[in-house]
């Protein structure tokens, strides 16, 4: 046994396939061209994982413009042209599309992509899926009228996609749900058990990824006003604790969350982010190991995993390959400390 390093997600994409450092680049081929490009820069993002000595390996999210739009786009009974203005998270307005139908899902969106991750390598594999909450969260609702009822219809679907990229060959499930650390009040009521639907039935592991978001200027800003604790974790880690989800992804590295926090989900395996996203300085084995070893106060080693704060694809590609060469030497670090 010992304690396995993750990314939480994303990673940055190569020059030739978008804009490299930017959220929703759009992409610079088309076609099988596209389709081919997309494939090499998975391959690259599995070979840099490996080569650092990454654990639990994932795609990078190379295929997808946005962790939640390239999901969004592929489902049927949403209006892409005629956007309407909407509040994001609480933090900034964005134009988003407009829900005017059931929505449906006509064909699997990343299984393609999973079976060729599957291909790239033996180790233990994790893909991201966005979590039904941060979904609805940036979408107009015209149709259903409920978020809750919007929610477990994206439920549904995300549960279909999740079965057949099991089928594919991948062992862990991920959700991200950044919008759990905003709307306490819906993952009360119906978040986590919505979350619950998307995951249910799963042969894989299943994890929830809450971060605080990618290192953006909305969300640095918005962290800016958090004060000198971040205790947004205390209002839905009792629910977590109680779910049916096998692991649950926080930020921790140069965050302001209270590290005791931790132990209100003592039994559930837990990714530490122990790499701040937000930040171009790449962090030691040292300042990885000392996160590491602040959270086994309050989870146990054999439910540890280190991980990234959140995706890196805002990051330069340099940076981001110093933050996986970091990532799994602290963890190793940490390893042969404690003889595993």
């Given amino acids: 046994m010992k304690i396995k390093s993750a990314i939480a997600g994303s990673l940055p994409k190569p020059h030739w396939l978008a804009e490299s450092a930017q959220l929703w680049a759009p992409w610079r081929l088309e076609g099988e061209e596209l389709r081919e490009a997309k494939n090499d820069a998975m391959t690259i993002a599995v070979a840099n994982q490996l080569r650092a000595g990454i654990d639990v390996i ?30 994001i ?7 988003v599309p407009v829900v005017v139908d059931q929505i449906h899902r006509e064909r699997s969106v990343f299984v393609e992509d999973a079976k060729f991750l599957r291909t790239l390598t ?15 969260d940036t979408l107009f609702d015209q149709h259903y009228g409920s978020r809750e009822q919007l ?25 991200d749900e950044p919008a759990f650390n905003v709307f306490f009040d819906d993952v009360r009521n119906w978040g986590v058990a919505a979350l619950e639907r998307a995951a249910s039935g799963l042969s894989s592991k299943t994890a929830v990824h809450i971060c605080y978001g990618y290192g953006i200027e909305a969300n640095i800003k918005w962290k800016n006003t958090l004060g000198d604790e971040w205790r947004q974790y205390e209002n839905i ?4 604790a109680q779910s049916s989800i096998d692991q ?9 969350v209270p590290m005791e926090l931790v132990e209100i989900l003592r039994g559930k ?60 030497a ?11």
């Fill in 89 to 95: 998270r609480d933090r900034y307005d964005a134009l």
């Fill in 122 to 136: 033996d180790k233990t594999l994790k893909f991201t899926l966005p979590g039904p909450m941060t979904i609805i």
């Fill in 269 to 328: 395996q837990i990714m530490i982010g122990a790499i701040d996203v937000a930040s171009n300085t790449v962090e030691s084995a040292e300042d990885v190991a000392k996160v590491l070893r602040e959270a086994l106060a309050y989870v146990d080693a054999e439910n540890l995993l280190a991980c990234t704060n959140c995706g890196m694809v805002p990051l330069a590609r340099d940076v981001a390959n110093g933050k996986l060469q970091a990532l799994a």
């Fill in 248 to 256: 649950i992804s926080l930020e921790c590295q140069n965050s302001k």
């Fill in 151 to 175: 929610a477990f219809a994206f439920a549904e679907i995300l549960n279909e996609e999740a079965k057949e990229l099991v089928a594919a060959g991948i062992d862990i499930i991920q959700f």
């Fill in 330 to 340: 602290g963890t190793a670090l940490l390893n042969n400390e404690l003889g595993l």
């Fill in 237 to 240: 880690f009792p629910m977590l």
């Fill in 58 to 87: 994932g795609d990078g999210e190379q295929s997808r413009q946005h962790f939640v739009t390239t999901f969004v786009e592929n489902q049927s009974g949403i209006d892409f042209k005629n956007k309407k203005t909407m509040r």
